[in-house]
């Protein structure tokens, strides 16, 4: 049990900054922390939330400006957004960046003076319990957050644990203090989304409840508990639900114990009075996904008593520490975005697990994670392409093996038998597509990472890309493709099952395990199913073996054959292969070609306005989506390094600002922030899995990883300017580096890795044979 204890993140600030391994032997540049402005991203497309939350906690407080409905689900997918003129109140959970919207569990309000019960409406200030708000009066910094709520006086500040949010909340003296807790909202509302709660005040004091929602995630259960450094002078429980009741599955013996006055529904208000107020009012909610005491559990563990101000200093050391794992220095504007991107990075996957080890699986039941932490959030067919190899490369040894150990323990406790596709608290969305909790854990397996059973994993893999009702992968496994008159997306899932199987195959491959190698990379190639050479584009094909006529590249949405994009992204979606892909396109200049006219064309935004997260276009590159990701650095596969030197500048100067507005598509739990901060450092991992990163060109004068092996490795940047966009030449320890890539063990080695910026093109650098990425063709090595 001593490794356990050492290990679990859950059981309080003091665990949460004894795990921060890096943090022990590295301390952040001081600025470092000062640098990041949560407010990035809260604008348009980002979706992120300025609330407090420490590195990967369970609880994520932040404000709500509108808990929408349909018609505004989307644009306020993270509860908050920058242009909104009042706040609804302050909510527990959150997603950072996600495209979907849901959480917002367990709405707190602070009124003065008359209590209203309904929200009023975001566009109508003064309606509602609502109140009207300033930029100006708004802090944000990593772990804290405050605001002063014009409409009632009141300041309201915020800061967090793993498992409990603080409310701090200042009173005007002359008015009455009450707290509105509104279990009725959640980020995107609807009819019926609230299957039952349950609101308690027990004789303690202590105010517990739960709520069971029909969300993004079918039947969501999640428990709380508060208590307040005053003491209540009374409360008033309301039911304002408009529909009778149809199904009670919770009333029953003990659910309200004679020493508790509760209340049970589905639209459940609570009120709490607290008269006139001489000094700030401290509130303290824990969360559980398991009971109302594993709350009261987490509350006693974390917060035992009302120190705000001490709360808030530990979560400003756990983001100082974590911050310390990467130092930038580069202009003022760069270094901010890097930073916030760090921050955003480190948010998910979440803690979802109590202080004990209890969570609540993909089976809806409760079980205990012996060994590591359990994590929920993952937002899979975004994050494997540069988010978790990010913390592959900067938290192997305790953050990669729980995302591993939790994404196994969670295949095991599945009804289905396989890896999640998009899980949040535990349980299933059946978002997005493809199986890419497998390049997670084979990059894992590739790289080393220890604290896992690779029998397991490798178990877990196979049986999720051989489950064949699930998104068609039966058709796929007995014909080579999914035909695209039998599933509207059957191009993107062919090329995205490809990658998934190849990254099976190089994790068989380094375990020693020839036949599942073999098997899976044949599949690997069954992208060249859906290529047409005549076109040069992967394009829908049918059942009976033909393509689909008329064909449009730049077709989009329902029926396309493509999942969030069209051909022009997808047609060089093939990280495992793409010197095959050259190949099959006629060389060398046909990809370049192609390239060059998918930045370069004039494109209508409005043909993607059916769309969802089709933002940032440059031409039909479109970085506000994943399956562009990569494609800058597809040049280096042609022996044109320059070329992606240039389209990096061309991406990083459009789609990334210091502001609101600074991310131009959703961040989605972090990929966006991780792109940036690989391209950033000069490298960025095109193909998990194969152990190398693709050279771009830096936008940092100096940067350090620091790694927990205890090495450092360090990029190095001479002449960086905009008169000077190319890489002239680079070194690495010191000797000239002629290829286009990187090895993993190199950087894991320690060392610096330098680049020499120049006004012209080099166009010798990097351009022969040996000296292109990884390609399972062997094409250009």
Not at 639 to 665: C, H, M, N
Not at 683 to 711: D, H, T
């Amino acid at each position: 049990m001593l490794h356990r204890t050492v290990a679990r993140w859950t059981l309080g600030l003091a665990a949460l900054l004894a795990v921060q391994a890096p943090a022990a032997v590295y301390a952040a540049e001081p600025s470092a922390y000062a640098e990041v402005d949560p407010f990035i991203g809260t604008g348009p497309d980002g979706h992120t939330f300025p609330g407090a939350v420490v590195p990967f906690g369970m609880v994520q407080l932040s404000p709500d400006t509108l808990i929408a409905d349909f018609k505004h689900s989307y644009a306020h997918a993270a509860g908050y957004r920058f242009g909104d003129p009042t706040i609804q109140g302050f909510s527990h959970t959150h997603f950072s960046g996600a495209g979907h919207s849901d959480l917002g569990d367990v709405l707190v309000m602070p009124i003065a003076g008359d209590v209203q019960l309904d929200p009023g409406e975001a566009d109508k200030p003064g309606s509602g319990y609502r109140s009207r708000y300033s930029h100006t009066s708004e802090v944000a910094e990593p772990g804290y957050y405050a605001v002063t709520l014009s409409d009632y006086g009141v300041r309201a500040e915020l800061s967090a644990t793993p498992h409990v949010g603080l409310h701090r909340y200042g009173f005007p003296a002359d008015k009455p203090a009450h707290l509105l807790i509104d279990l009725r909202q959640s980020i995107y509302n609807y009819p019926g989304k609230v299957l039952w709660s349950r609101l308690r005040i027990r004789s303690d004091g202590t105010v517990t409840g739960f709520r069971e929602t029909r969300g993004w995630a079918p039947a969501r259960q999640l428990y709380f508990a508060m208590r307040f450094s005053e003491a209540p002078i009374g409360h008033e429980l309301y039911d304002k639900e408009d529909e009778p009741v149809r199904y009670n599955p919770f009333k029953g013996p003990g659910d309200s114990p004679a020493d508790t006055q509760a209340i049970v529904g589905r639209g459940l208000i609570g009120v709490l009075d607290f008269g006139l107020l001489k000094s700030p009012l401290v509130a303290k909610v824990a969360l559980s996904s398991v009971s109302e005491e594993g709350a009261i559990a987490n509350l006693d563990a974390e917060a035992k008593g009302f120190d705000f101000d001490g709360v808030r200093a530990s979560a400003k050391a756990a983001w100082t520490d974590a911050l310390a794992s990467a130092q930038f220095e580069a202009p003022s504007g760069m270094r901010k975005t890097l930073y916030t991107s760090l921050y955003h990075a480190l948010m998910a996957p979440s803690v979802a697990e109590d202080v004990d080890g209890r969570y609540r699986g993909p089976d809806n039941e409760v079980h205990r994670a012996e060994g590591f932490t359990f994590v929920s959030s993952f937002s899979l067919w975004d994050t494997y392409r540069a988010e978790q190899p990010l913390m592959t490369l900067i938290q192997p040894n305790r953050r990669t093996s729980d995302v591993v150990n939790s994404l196994i323990a969670s295949r095991e406790e599945s009804p289905f038998g396989i890896l999640p596709i998009w899980q949040y608290q535990g349980q299933e969305t059946w978002c997005m597509i493809g199986y890419h909790a497998v390049p997670e854990i084979a990059d894992a397996i590739v790289k080393g990472v220890p604290g896992f059973d690779r029998g397991r994993a490798m178990a877990a893999m196979t049986a999720s890309a051989t489950y064949a009702p699930y998104g068609h992968l039966g058709v796929y496994m007995q014909r080579g493709y999914v035909p695209t008159d039998l599933d509207g997306e059957g191009v993107s899932k062919t090329v995205e099952y490809a990658f998934d199987d190849w990254t099976i195959a190089a994790a068989a491959k380094t375990l020693g395990d020839s036949a599942t190698a073999k098997t899976f990379n044949a599949r690997a190639g069954y992208w060249r199913n859906v290529f047409d050479s005549k076109t040069g584009f992967v394009r829908p094909k049918l059942a009976d073996g033909t393509f689909r006529e008329p064909f449009d590249p730049a077709m989009a949405g329902i029926q396309s054959g493509f999942t969030e994009g069209n051909a022009w992204q997808y047609s060089q979606y093939e990280p495992q292969d793409i010197g095959g892909l050259i190949q099959a396109m006629g060389g060398d200049a046909k990809l370049v070609s192609k390239l060059d006219l998918t930045f370069d064309q004039t494109v209508d935004p409005k043909n993607y306005s059916n769309v969802e997260d089709m933002a940032g276009l440059i031409g039909q590159y479109v970085h506000g989506n994943e399956p562009s990701h990569h494609m800058a650095y597809l040049y280096d596969y042609a022996g044109q390094p320059w070329r992606t030197q240039a389209r990096l500048k061309q991406i990083v100067d459009s789609q990334y600002r210091p502001a609101p507005d600074g991310l131009v598509g959703n961040d989605d739990l972090g990929q966006m922030s991780a792109w940036m901060i690989f391209t950033a450092l000069g490298f960025y991992p095109v193909a998990p899995a194969s152990n190398e990163y693709v050279i771009g060109r830096p936008f940092v004068e100096r940067a350090a990883l620091r790694l927990p092996n205890g090495k450092t490795f360090t990029v190095v940047t001479d002449g960086l300017s905009d008169a000077h966009p190319y890489v002239g030449r680079v070194t690495l320890n010191g000797r000239p580096l002629t290829r286009s890539f990187i090895r993993h063990e190199e950087i894991m080695a320690g060392g610096e890795l330098r680049f020499v910026m120049q006004a012209e093109p080099n166009e010798r650098w990097a351009t022969g044979a040996g000296e292109r990425p990884f390609s399972m063709s062997g094409y250009g090595r």
